[in-house]
C-alpha cells in the first residue's frame, strides 16, 4: 500500500505513517507497537486496522513464522502472541482484512512485498539539473511528486521497499561547486554535496570539529558513507540520524534555497517531527553554516550502538567553551534517537551556563538530560534503560568535549 | 536513459530505466556476474563496486547515477592474466569459505589499501564493516588483507 493511502485511510499524518512503516523495516513489528496503555482491551481502531494490514503484507518468515504464506489463523495467532492486538476473532480479522482492501491473497503480495522483487524501486522520471536555481524550480513545478536525491543512501532503500514511491527524483548530485568543506569568516560552511567521508578526511575538521568527525565515525558504516551527504543526514528528518544533534550542540544554521530566494533556519527550529523538518515544499537544503568555535572549545559525540551501521539505542552531541575563569561559556547539549526529533536539551544546558564544570555540576547536567529525554520502548531497548543511558552518555560526552577544550 | 560507463576501463553504453539499480546494470545488462547481491536493505556489502575509486554498495545506486563514471568491478582486478596481491591474499590466507562476500571484500580492501597501504589490524576491521561475512570468516579476511598489504610493499609475508 502505498503512503498516501494509508495516511488517508488511518487519518494520520504523513511523517507518522512513514516514522511508523521505517521503524517497521528496522526493528520489525516490536518498533509498531505502541507503549502497553492500561485500561480494557479496544475495538479495532483504523490505527489497529492499519497494523494488520502491515502484518498481512509482510512475508511471514520475515516476522519469523516459518510459513510461506499467511492463514487467516496463523495471521490471528501471531498477532495476538506479538501484543500488537489485545483480542481478535477470526471474524474482526477477516472484516478488518476486507475493510483494509486485503483478502488473504492480496494481502500475500502485498506491494512491499512483492515475490522476489522488493528490491525494485516503482518508476520514477530523473532530472538532472546543473544549477540550484534549476533544481529548486523543478520541485516547484514537480511539487509533491518530486524528491530531491543527494546520497541517495536513505532515499533508495526506501524506494526498494517501496515505503517511498517519488514520481520525480530531482538529483543534485550533478550540481557542481557544492561539495565544500570550508571555514571563513568565523563560519564553517558545509555543502549540500560534502559527504560523510570528505568530512572524515577534511583536515579543518580533525583540527577543530572533533565532534563532527566523532558523529561522522559512527554513522553506518564506510561504504555508505562514501556516498552519503551530510545535509541529506539533516534534510531526511530521521531522530536517529546522528548529525541533527551534532548541529544543534554546535547551534547551526540552515540554509534553504527556494525558487524565490534563500533563507536561514536555526537547527533548533529545524526538526519539527518524525521525518519532517522547516523546509518548505520546494525547499533545497544548501548550506550549513557553524560558528567557529572560540579558543578553549570542545566537542565530543558519544554514541552506543548494537553494530556498526545500527543506528543509536542513544547517543549524546556536547559542545562547550570554557571562560577564562574556568566557568561554562557556552554550552549546546543535543540528543538523538530518543524522541520524535533529535532533542535540545535545554535545562541540561542552562544549568552548566556560567557554572565551574566540576563533576558534581557535570552529574546534575546529565540527570537534566535524562530527563529531558523522550524515548520509547523498542528493540533497542526499554524506555528506563534508555533514559539512563543518556545520563550516563551525557556525563561522558561533556568530560570528553571538557578535555577537549583543555579545561 | 541512455548510460554511459566506464567499467574495468571499458566503455560500455545501455539503454535503461532510470529504476535500474547499478547492480543489475552490471549483473543482468552487462552480464559481469562477480558483483554479488547479498541483501535488499543495504546492508551485506556483498555489491560493492569502485565508482570514480571509492567502494560503494551498487544496490544502492541508480544506474543513471553513474553515467559517465568510472567503474571497477571484482573482474577488473586481475591484470593480464595475473591476480591482484589482494586475490592472492585471500587464497592464501584462506580468506573465504563459501564465497558470497568475498567480491565485495576484495573491492573494499582493494580501496583501502591504496589509500592506507600500511594498516594496523584495527584500521582493516574498520575498512570493512560494511562488508558482512555469513561464514564470519573475519579472521582470514583480516590476514588476508595484511597479506596484500605485506606483498603490495615489497615485503615477503
Ligand atoms: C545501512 C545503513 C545504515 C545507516 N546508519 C546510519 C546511522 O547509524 N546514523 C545516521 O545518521 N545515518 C545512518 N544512515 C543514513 C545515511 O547516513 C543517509 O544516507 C543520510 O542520512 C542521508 O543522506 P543522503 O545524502 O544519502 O540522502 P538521500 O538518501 O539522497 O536523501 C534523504 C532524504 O533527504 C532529502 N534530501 C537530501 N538532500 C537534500 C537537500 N540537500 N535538500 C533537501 N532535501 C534533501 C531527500 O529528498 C530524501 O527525502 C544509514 C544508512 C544505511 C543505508
Ligand atoms: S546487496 Fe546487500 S548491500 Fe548491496
Ligand atoms: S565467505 Fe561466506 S559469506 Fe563470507
Request: proline share 5%; glycine share 10%; charged share 20%.
Given at each position: 500500500m502505498?503512503v498516501?493511502?494509508i495516511?488517508?485511510r488511518l487519518g494520520v499524518s504523513?511523517p507518522t505513517v512513514t516514522a511508523c512503516l521505517v521503524r517497521f523495516e528496522r526493528v520489525g513489528v516490536a518498533g509498531l507497537l505502541d507503549r502497553p496503555r492500561p485500561g480494557r482491551p479496544r475495538k479495532l481502531t483504523p490505527a489497529l486496522e492499519g497494523r494488520i494490514a502491515l502484518v498481512a503484507s509482510a512475508r511471514p518468515r520475515d516476522l519469523g513464522v516459518p510459513r510461506a504464506d499467511w492463514s487467516l489463523s496463523r495471521l490471528r495467532e501471531y498477532l495476538l502472541r506479538t501484543g500488537m492486538l489485545p483480542a481478535l476473532s477470526l471474524e474482526s480479522l477477516r472484516t478488518a482484512l476486507r475493510r483494509g482492501?486485503l483478502?488473504l491473497?492480496?494481502a500475500r503480495?502485498g506491494?512491499a512485498r ?47 521497499l517501496?515505503l ?75 531522530p536517529a ?33 518524525p ?31 548494537r553494530?556498526?551501521?545500527d543506528f543509536a539505542t542513544a ?22 534517537n530518543v524522541g520524535p ?32 529525554s523522550q524515548p520509547t520502548s523498542d528493540l533497542r531497548g526499554p524506555v528506563e534503560y534508555k533514559r539512563d543511558l ?18 | ?40 536493505t ?116
Open positions: 502505498a498516501p493511502r495516511v488517508r504523513r482492501g483478502s491473497k492480496a503480495t506491494m512483492k515475490g522476489t522483487t522488493t528490491m525494485i524501486p516503482a518508476a520514477f522520471e530523473y532530472h538532472t539539473p546543473t544549477s540550484i536555481g534549476e533544481a529548486a524550480a523543478l520541485l516547484a513545478k514537480l511539487g509533491d511528486d518530486a524528491k530531491v536525491l543527494a546520497g541517495g543512501q536513505s532515499l533508495i532503500p526506501m524506494m526498494k517501496r517511498a514511491t517519488p514520481r520525480h527524483l530531482i538529483d543534485i548530485s550533478r550540481i557542481s561547486g557544492l561539495a565544500y568543506i570550508r571555514e571563513s569568516g568565523g563560519v564553517l560552511a558545509i555543502g549540500a554535496l560534502a559527504r560523510e567521508s570528505d568530512l572524515e578526511e577534511s583536515d579543518v575538521i580533525r583540527a577543530r570539529y572533533p565532534i563532527l568527525l566523532d558523529a561522522s565515525k559512527v554513522i553506518a558504516d564506510p561504504l555508505v558513507r562514501n556516498l552519503a551527504t551530510v545535509c541529506g543526514n539533516l534534510a531526511h528528518g530521521d540520524n546522528d548529525h541533527p544533534a551534532a548541529m544543534l550542540a554546535l547551534g547551526a544554521e540552515l540554509v534553504a534555497a527556494g525558487s524565490k530566494g534563500e533563507r536561514r533556519i536555526p537547527a533548533a527550529s529545524f526538526f519539527t517531527g521525518f519532517s523538518t522547516a523546509l518548505k515544499p520546494g525547499e533545497i537544503l544548501t548550506e550549513i553554516r557553524i560558528p567557529t568555535p572560540p579558543p578553549r572549545s570542545g566537542g565530543a559525540y558519544v554514541k552506543l550502538e553494530k556498526v551501521g547517543a549524546v552531541a556536547v559542545q562547550v567553551t570554557v571562560g577564562a575563569n574556568g566557568t561554562c561559556e557556552r554550552v549546546g547539549i543535543g540528543l538523538t526529533t533529535p532533542i535540545k536539551a535545554k535545562k541540561a544546558e542552562g544549568f552548566l551556563q556560567g557554572k565551574r564544570p566540576d563533576e558534581a555540576a557535570i552529574k546534575q547536567a546529565a540527570v537534566l538530560a535524562a530527563e529531558e543518556v545520563r550516563v552518555l551525557t556525563a561522558r560526552a561533556l568530560v570528553k568535549a571538557l578535555e577537549r577544550a583543555g579545561k | 536513459m541512455h548510460v554511459r560507463v566506464a567499467i574495468n576501463g571499458e566503455k560500455h553504453e545501455a539503454e535503461v530505466e532510470p529504476r535500474l539499480l547499478l547492480v543489475h546494470l552490471i549483473r543482468d545488462v552487462l552480464r559481469l556476474t562477480g558483483t554479488h547481491i547479498g541483501c535488499d543495504t546492508h551485506c556489502g556483498a555489491c560493492t563496486v569502485l565508482l570514480d575509486g571509492r567502494p560503494v554498495k551498487s544496490c544502492t545506486v541508480f544506474a543513471v547515477q553513474a553515467d559517465g563514471r568510472e567503474i571497477t568491478t571484482v573482474e577488473g582486478l586481475e591484470q593480464d592474466g595475473k591476480l591482484h596481491p589482494i586475490q592472492e591474499g585471500f587464497m592464501q590466507e584462506h580468506g573465504l569459505q563459501c564465497g558470497y562476500c568475498t567480491p565485495g571484500m576484495l573491492m573494499t580492501g582493494y580501496a583501502f589499501l591504496q589509500k592506507n597501504p600500511n594498516p594496523t589490524e584495527e584500521q582493516i576491521r574498520l575498512a570493512i564493516s560494511g562488508n558482512l561475512c555469513r561464514c564470519t570468516g573475519y579472521v582470514n579476511i583480516v590476514k588476508a588483507v595484511q597479506h596484500a598489504a605485506a606483498r603490495l610493499a615489497g615485503r615477503a609475508s
